[in-house]
């Protein structure tokens, strides 16, 4: 089926309004159509060339939401009428030991990203800057009613990657968390920690965003432009959860941790990192990376979401206001995320 959506035509290109072709729906596949759909940092990254060669013209977009329209005979878990999410992944094998663990974003044989990847049919994906999508109903999410649709649309990237590492190292009741960056991953990081029950600090450039950092469930906000902030929380976290885009001072952000705290990197800028290990030893900390989660704990994030009644602070926006959204993310002029009503598209 022939479909309207939004791609980049080349590197760093400004996207354009263009048409896709999507397949047909397998037995095991559900046709969604879409009608919201995030703007992740990781799309600019991608489109930009980032993080390596991309197959242009590509469709970004891994924070879906939408309708199932179509189920393939075989598929038992969604029904046409349900409305239901699409994350950054749209396959993995289902049988080496981390898709079996229920980590298929770390399968071992390579998960299929929902855009800029091979599918197992063969064919390149294209994500959510459009009007359907068909994705095995194995990577399909169920939107538990109770969030708002275009709300819950960055749940599916922003929402479990900022979730994952905060169950995993133990965000709760008695945990200092940190969260540095105040952009998509960050505000979410900062409701679900507070929802955790962790007492919550932002670590953001300036003071700019504070009162909404506060509103959002932070108990305490810091603009890292002042050094005198490094002094002052030494040593003080358990947790920090480093959202940023671009490149940091680990060594600075090491220092905020207490003895056995660690840092949690989240944030993919396209340039390395480098540390002293002296910011380790000194008081036995790790530093880690996480990349978004895996599907079952997905589900358990939307479900925690909607009991705790969270979803992401979004500007809507029409399809041909992508571009100056994209330019608006990179100046962190984003308050949270930019979601795009993909009845715009065409
Ligand atoms: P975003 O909305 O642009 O937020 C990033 C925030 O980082 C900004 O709002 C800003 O916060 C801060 N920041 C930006 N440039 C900075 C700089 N030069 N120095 C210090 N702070 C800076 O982006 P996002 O969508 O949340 O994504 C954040 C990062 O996570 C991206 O690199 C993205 O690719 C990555 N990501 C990773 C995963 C994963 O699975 N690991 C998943 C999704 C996204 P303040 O204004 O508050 O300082
Ligand atoms: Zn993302």
Not at 70 to 91: I, K
Request: net charge negative; proline share 5%.
């Amino acid at each position: 089926m022939r479909v309207h959506a939004y791609a980049a035509p080349a590197a760093a290109e400004p996207l354009a309004p263009t048409i896709i072709e999507r397949r047909d729906v397998g037995p095991n596949d559900v046709l969604i159509e879409v009608e919201y759909a995030g703007i992740c940092h990781s799309d600019i990254h991608t489109v930009n060339g980032d993080w390596g060669p991309q197959p242009y013209p590509l469709v970004p977009g891994h924070e879906i939401v939408g309708i199932v329209t179509e189920v393939g005979a075989a598929v038992t878990r969604h029904q046409v009428g349900d409305r239901v999410g699409v994350g950054c992944m749209v396959n993995a094998c289902g049988e080496c030991a981390n898709c079996r663990n229920g980590d298929e974003q770390y399968c071992l044989d390579g998960m299929v990203p929902t855009y800029g990847g091979v599918d197992r049919d063969g064919t390149v994906t294209q994500g959510g800057y459009s009007t359907h999508v068909v994705v095995d109903a194995g990577f399909v999410l169920s939107v538990p009613e109770g969030i708002d649709p275009a709300a819950a649309a960055p749940l599916l990237c922003a929402g479990i990657t900022t979730y994952s590492p905060l169950r995993r190292w133990g965000a709760g009741p008695g945990k200092k968390v940190a969260v540095v960056g105040l952009g998509g991953l960050g505000h979410m990081a900062v409701k679900i920690a507070h929802a955790m029950g962790a007492e919550v600090t932002v670590l953001s450039q300036s003071l700019k965003k504070q009162e909404d950092g506060l509103r959002l469930g932070a108990d305490h906000y810091h603009a890292t432009g002042d050094p005198d902030t490094f002094e002052r929380l030494a040593g003080r976290f358990d947790l920090i959860v480093n959202t940023v885009s671009a490149r940091i001072d680990l060594d600075a952000y090491l220092g905020l941790l207490a003895v056995d705290g660690t840092l949690v990197n989240v944030g993919a800028p396209a340039e390395p990192l480098s540390l002293n290990v002296f910011s380790l030893i000194g008081a036995r900390r790790s530093y880690a990376g996480s990349m978004i989660g895996g599907i079952a704990e997905t589900q358990e994030m939307l479900n925690f979401c909607a009991e705790h009644r969270i979803g992401a602070d979004v500007e809507l926006i029409s399809a041909d206001q992508i571009n100056e959204a994209y330019r608006r993310v990179l100046a962190s002029d984003v308050r949270y995320r930019f979601v795009i009503d993909t009845a715009t598209l065409g």
